[in-house]
């Protein structure tokens, strides 16, 4: 790092560019290209005739403009070509970046690529319909990596590990059960959320026949596609083209799609593009000058600066737009402060208010960043419409994320129960809630249900599978562990909030019992497709809780104030909980609904209320049209739970 006397104090009195033609506006007369580094003492901008190698056709010494800005203007169609920028800094020159509003590279995105982006638009993309999405209760999200979804021999799919793999229909596995898209199609889930699909550093895109695998959270260029989930990364535009027909397809077959972004570091530190375009400015420093790791990766970004905030908002304003995507997850969200997180809502809601946002309401380490200001689990009631993950009910179904060998309510682990209750109401203020026995925190901390994402497990730790073998009592049976994972499903899909799956649980899915497989080979990560005639069974049982959930809309409460109207817990003996949902709750109008989950590992009889109820979900089945009529005593197998509804009078 070299110590420059900077013509400012700090970085905090760097000036703000509100425009918004930073990196290069392109037609065919002229290409124009802005950077923003205040400190600079000059800036090169250097052309190449290719995104690798190849030839270095001119520099020119770009001139300072306002706002902290440096410009330049070629008279000349450069469409095809090549750009970096070049900062310096005193005497020093840095290393050459493509700049950070780069939105098309070459291979490996150390280049930025001149286009025309009219040319990567599929047919008719200017008539793309997004799903129709009513509420925000009404989501249901399936969380996939782009590789695992498609890479297996048994997926049939041809395009494995691209994004045109979800443009193919018709796949099959060995077996003749339907994978790829039409397998989603089949589940019923309404939105696909994909790991981190923009340009990350840690796979070479030269050598993709080398099969690196990477969960992609190390992020290099932010406002444009991997390049190595495409057919050729070589060529800039093919990236964007399959990715936007990857949008459209899934946008065709009635999916909506959520992007994972990680705004909260970079995979380089002084060699990320942030650092070269205005060192320090874009990154938190603790007091000794070293750089703060709130990310667990080496740095942290600082949202609360304004040309980060404005890169933040920018970003997704130009995935939501460009690329109509539809919901953004954003990871290790409590990095950012809660300002940020707010003016992303406005921003995207002046765009479409469809749009969901939701993230991790917590930092992998302490950050400099007061915990007052920023985007934790804590401080969700100062978010405007966007969604945390509950870690809460997560970890009181399967057990304890800190100690592995604890199992949960699932495994009939006692003193989990407020916990799942929290969950259950969607993290609201519920009189019915003791918060002080809830696991990670001793409050209610939503404004309304549709802020929290209920769950049990993602591509972090270990999968749901591997998890109930875990923290199996010794003794238990391979019954006994499909029964934990129906339940513990069962309570995701019934609760009110936002329920979330990990790709393949619906089948099975394990991943060897290892807990980070970030970088593990495609044979850990992969869906083995086979598993779908397996555990046909455990497909079933997810698919008939999704349909039970779209069937009964009292299971998808949009206000605060209407779950606590409508959702009355009975008074059951521990490691029982059983709750009734008023029939006209959220427009419902037709049946009062009773859910009863028993995490014992033995039957338990349970007095129903009077009248006589139609039995939808018992003992791992489920049948929304109804198993059977029954009213008095109802035995309420080990393991599992039982879904009743009760016609009104």
């Known amino acids: 790092m070299t110590d420059n006397k900077s013509k400012y104090k700090s970085v905090d009195d760097y000036p703000i560019y509100n425009g918004d033609d930073l990196g290069f506006t392109y037609s065919s007369k002229c290409s124009k290209f802005k950077l923003w580094s205040p400190d600079a003492t000059a800036v090169k901008l250097n052309i190449y005739d290719e995104g690798i190698n190849g030839k270095l056709l001119e520099t ?305 380490n302490t950050s400099p960043l007061s915990e007052d200001l920023r985007a934790v689990k804590r401080n969700t009631k100062q978010l405007n419409n966007i969604a945390v993950f509950c870690d809460d009910i997560r970890d009181a179904l399967r057990g304890n994320w800190f100690n592995p060998k604890i199992g949960g309510f699932i495994s009939g682990v006692e003193g989990n129960e407020e916990s799942v209750k929290l969950g259950i109401t969607g993290a609201i203020k519920h009189p019915q809630v003791d918060y002080s026995k809830v696991k990670y925190i001793n409050r209610d901390y939503t404004n309304a249900p549709t802020q929290l994402i209920n769950y049990v497990s993602c591509h972090d730790d270990l999968c749901l599978v591997d998890k109930i073998k875990e923290t199996a009592p010794t003794n238990a049976t391979e019954d006994e562990l499909l029964r934990f994972n129906k339940l513990a499903q069962t309570v995701v899909f019934t609760s009110q909030g936002i329920p979330f799956i990990y790709a393949g649980e619906e089948i099975g899915r394990n991943k060897k019992g290892i807990h980070n497989t970030f970088n593990s080979p495609d044979e850990i990560n992969q869906i083995d497709w086979t598993n779908k005639a397996k555990y046909r069974d455990i497909f079933e049982y997810y698919k008939g809780l999704i349909t039970l959930r779209k069937s009964y809309s009292a299971f998808r409460m949009n206000l605060a104030s209407d779950v606590r109207k409508n959702l009355k817990f009975i008074k059951t003996e521990k490691k029982f909980i059983a709750y009734l949902i008023d029939g006209r709750a959220n427009n419902n109008a037709w049946e009062d609904i009773i859910v009863i989950l028993n995490g014992n590992r033995n039957a338990v009889d349970f007095k129903l209320l009077e009248g006589k109820w139609k039995l939808l979900c018992h003992d791992g089945k489920i049948d929304i049209n109804g198993i059977a009529n029954v009213q008095g005593i109802l035995r309420i197998e080990a393991s599992s739970a039982s879904i009743l509804a009760r016609a009104l009078v």
């Open 60 to 364: 020119y010494i770009m001139q300072p403009d306002r706002n902290g800005t440096w410009f330049y203007k070629i008279d000349d169609d450069l469409k095809g070509k090549f750009y970096t920028f070049q900062v310096k800094i005193n005497d020093s020159w840095l290393a050459e970046t493509p700049g950070i509003w780069a939105k098309a590279a070459g291979v490996n995105g150390n280049r930025a690529a001149i286009i025309d982006f009219s040319e990567t638009n599929p047919d008719d993309w200017k008539n793309d319909k997004k799903p129709e999405l009513k509420n925000f209760a009404d989501i249901i999200i399936y969380e996939v990596h782009m590789r695992d979804f498609s890479v297996s021999p048994t997926s049939g799919i041809t395009n494995k590990g691209k994004f045109l793999s979800f443009t193919e229909t018709g796949t099959k596995s060995p077996e003749g059960e339907k994978t790829g898209i039409d397998h989603l199609k089949e589940l019923g889930v309404t939105h696909v959320h994909l790991l981190p699909v923009f340009d990350f550093a840690s796979i070479d895109e030269t050598n993709l026949e080398a099969n690196e695998y990477n969960w992609g959270y190390d992020p290099q260029n932010y406002n444009l596609p991997e390049g190595g989930y495409s057919t050729n990364p070589y060529e800039p535009k093919t990236r964007i083209r399959e990715f936007k027909e990857m949008i459209k397809a899934l946008h065709y077959h009635g999916f909506r799609v959520i992007i994972d972004v990680v705004f909260n570091h970079t995979f380089f530190n002084e060699n990320s593009n942030l650092y070269l375009t205005a060192q320090k400015y874009f990154y938190r420093y603790n007091a000794d000058g070293s750089w703060s790791n709130a990310s667990g990766c080496f740095n942290e970004t600082a949202s609360e600066r304004q040309m980060m905030r404005k890169y933040i908002v920018d970003s997704v304003k130009y995935w939501a737009t460009e690329y109509h995507i539809d919901g953004f997850r954003f990871d290790l969200m409590g990095i950012h402060d809660i300002e940020t997180m707010n003016c992303v809502r406005a921003a995207l809601d002046k765009i479409d208010t469809s749009i969901f946002i939701y993230g991790e309401g917590w930092t992998a």
